[in-house]
């Protein structure tokens, strides 16, 4: 027997929110928007993500690469945390991970737009 979108939802949104607490993902604040939570994707594979938490979208991605699948070379350094300072923790995004993310794009963007070398910026 199927569960009507409403009994779908019921169950769904705790499971959800359970999930996103253990992965310590769960925010009471909006969804990001902004520069240091964009990552290049092709259409597909970026519908396919919705809500997932990082390590899901990390365990996609580096399959979709291994696969052959062109994914842009900044993307993927995002997913394996090249921009971190620290990353011994892979499964999560962090708010340090997303800091240092933004530095880098920031640093290139004022690079490209200056001319200035990175040991200037």
Not at 23 to 46: P, R, S, V, W
Not at 49 to 65: E, G, P, Q, T, W
Not at 93 to 110: F, G, H, M, N
Request: net charge negative.
């Amino acid at each position: 027997m199927a569960l009507s979108q409403q009994d779908a939802i019921a169950v769904f949104d705790p499971l959800y929110d359970r999930l996103l607490a253990f992965f310590q993902e769960k925010t009471d604040e909006e969804a990001d928007h902004g520069i240091a939570n964009l990552a290049l994707l092709d259409e597909h594979t970026n519908k396919s993500y919705r809500n997932a938490v990082f390590a899901v979208k990390r365990l996609r991605l580096l399959s979709i690469d291994q696969a052959g699948i062109f994914v842009p070379l900044c993307t993927r350094n995002v997913f394996l945390k090249c921009y971190s300072p620290q990353a011994d923790n892979v499964i999560f995004w962090s708010p340090e991970d997303r800091e240092a993310y933004q530095s880098a794009i920031i640093k290139t963007l004022v690079g490209f737009f200056t001319g200035r070398t990175e040991e200037t910026i």
